[in-house]
């Protein structure tokens, strides 16, 4: 594959995200698909991501750094939401928050086979109420 070519289909597997589109997903992802070590397989995966949705209901991917070549994406992704109750083990509970999310993913038949996912839980963490501020 091409990195323009990847990355194309890199686009339009967030969109799928963003749009909630699950029956589309499949054609993303891999049905051995692999997040973080774990192989949850497309259904596992898709699970994930609706529990995601489901405790944030305005989760939105938004690409801020997009780099491809012709097996692996490397992206930077920004969020502003609001999860519901805990996120990350932290007492969010309605609290609006931005963070970022370092992505990396290996394509194989033009879908996603793995996934290694951090997330800046720092970033979060400052944002609570009565966080330590940084001098």
Known sequence: MTETHLARLYKEYIACLNMQKWSDLGRHVHDGV???????????YQAMLENDFASIPDLHFNIELLVADSRFVASRLAFNCTPRG???????????????ENVFYEFTENKILRVWSVIDKAA??????????PR
């Open 124 to 133: 979060i963490e400052a944002q609570l109420p009565g966080a330590r501020q």
């Open 34 to 44: 692999v997040h973080n070590g774990k192989r949850l397989g497309l259904a596992g």
């Open 86 to 100: 805990r996120f990350m083990n932290l007492d969010i509970d309605g609290l609006t928050v931005s963070f970022s």
